[in-house]
């Protein structure tokens, strides 16, 4: 038997090492010059105005919240179907978590659940304040279909950019023409650093604020107080978060931003693999997505399959890892105990699609082989039960 396929394992570019090692050297480890760097590198990648490097997606969120200025305990609209970080980020910024529904066939909130979520709370009293929307797997959402939904200025919408660096819609790249987009560059994610994250903004006034608040809000960070004619004076006109990235970081980064275009390319290649060997299976629903105009960045391949949790078990059995994006929000713990029950019961499609997800491994350094191990594993799995 041939060795396992692990759902994940993160590339890293030949230029990692040796860019890591000069920043050791260099007698500057923390944010500078290197952060600096990257945050143009990654501006240029995107195309985006402004770019702010921070310690992770979750950070960045919450840092962009913050920047709105809302009033305490605002209603943020936000998918019960993604990552428990995100919902964190709302919570820590003071403000409530309003659960929406997703579109079946796309995974994401579409106009009509926004359009729900937001009139409820028109009638409760408590418009939506602002909202967050996500790129599930890759998949670029309309924002300003979205936004529309909601009833919102452009401003206080943000994109949970976690799956999005490489994608796009109608030529724009996530995170080059939003008011604010948070990328991760976690372990798992497209664009790897270990831990790591961005926001892109086309508003310098944002992009400043959360420049000061990823530091504690200090007006000036370490590098340019030590700087040759640098001052050791600095205020705190606002309350910061720790929430920099330091220089090893960011060089990591800028040597992995040079590989990103071509991992993109071999995802797709993987994508168009399974979606031939996959298709018609007995019992697998391969997500349904508009592609009209969509440049999807494929960090995830889902599946939908009734009785997932056994297919799990029997894939793992042959040597698959798989995983599960995501159990939504509306059947964690702790947020069933700030949201309540009839909050958490108002997102019924996510209830019903999210007990068949299932993400297939898939990254660069799949190899055909073991891809073929995925396929005939799933294959041998669905045909048993036929
Ligand atoms: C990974 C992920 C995050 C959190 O990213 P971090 O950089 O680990 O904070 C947020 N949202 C989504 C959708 C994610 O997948």
Request: hydrophobic share 40%; charged share 20%; glycine share 10%.
């Amino acid at each position: 038997m041939s060795s396992a396929v692990p759902f994940t394992v993160p590339s890293f570019a030949g230029e990692v090492a040796d860019a890591v090692v000069k920043v050791l050297d260099s007698g500057w480890v923390t944010t500078g010059p290197q952060t600096a760097a990257f945050e143009q590198d990654f501006a240029d990648y995107l195309g985006a105005a402004h770019v702010v490097a921070v310690a992770s997606c979750t950070t960045a969120l919450e840092l962009c919240l913050r920047g709105m200025g809302l009033p305490q305990g605002s209603p943020v609209l936000t998918p019960s179907l993604t990552f428990c970080g995100a919902i964190n980020a709302i919570l820590h910024a003071g403000h409530r978590p309003v659960l929406v529904d997703i579109d079946e066939d796309t995974l994401v909130p579409g106009p009509e659940t926004v359009a729900v979520a937001a009139a409820r709370l028109v009638s409760a009293g408590t418009p939506a304040a602002a909202m967050i929307v996500q790129n599930q797997g890759g998949y670029p959402v309309d924002l300003a279909a979205l936004t529309a939904a909601a009833g919102l200025d452009r401003t206080r919408v943000i994109e949970d950019a976690a799956h999005g660096p490489g994608a796009g819609r109608d030529g724009a790249p996530v995170g080059s023409s939003s008011y604010a987009a948070c990328f991760s560059f976690y372990a798992t994610k497209n664009m790897p650093i270990g831990e790591g994250g961005a926001v892109a903004t086309t508003d310098q006034e944002l992009a400043d604020r959360v420049r000061a608040m990823r530091l504690h809000g200090m007006s000036k960070d370490s590098w340019k107080r030590y700087m040759p004619g640098g001052s050791w004076r600095y205020d705190v006109k606002d309350i910061g978060l720790k929430a920099n990235m330091t220089d090893i970081q960011a060089s990591i980064g800028r040597a992995q931003l040079t590989a990103l275009p071509e991992w993109q390319r071999v995802r797709g290649e993987l994508v168009a693999r399974y979606d031939e060997a996959l298709r018609g299976l007995p019992g697998l629903t391969l997500p349904q997505r508009d592609l009209d105009g969509v440049q999807h960045a494929w960090h995830l391949y889902q599946i939908r399959v009734p009785e997932r949790d056994a297919l799990i078990a029997e894939l793992e059995a042959a040597g698959v890892a798989t995983s599960v994006h995501f159990i939504p929000a509306s059947h964690m713990t702790y947020y069933r105990g700030v949201l309540g029950e009839q909050e958490c019961a108002r997102v019924p499609v996510t209830d019903r699609v999210a007990e068949e997800l299932l993400s297939l491994p898939l990254y660069p350094g799949l190899s055909p082989d073991g891809q073929d191990r995925v396929v005939t594993a799933l294959t041998k799995a669905l045909r048993a039960r036929d």
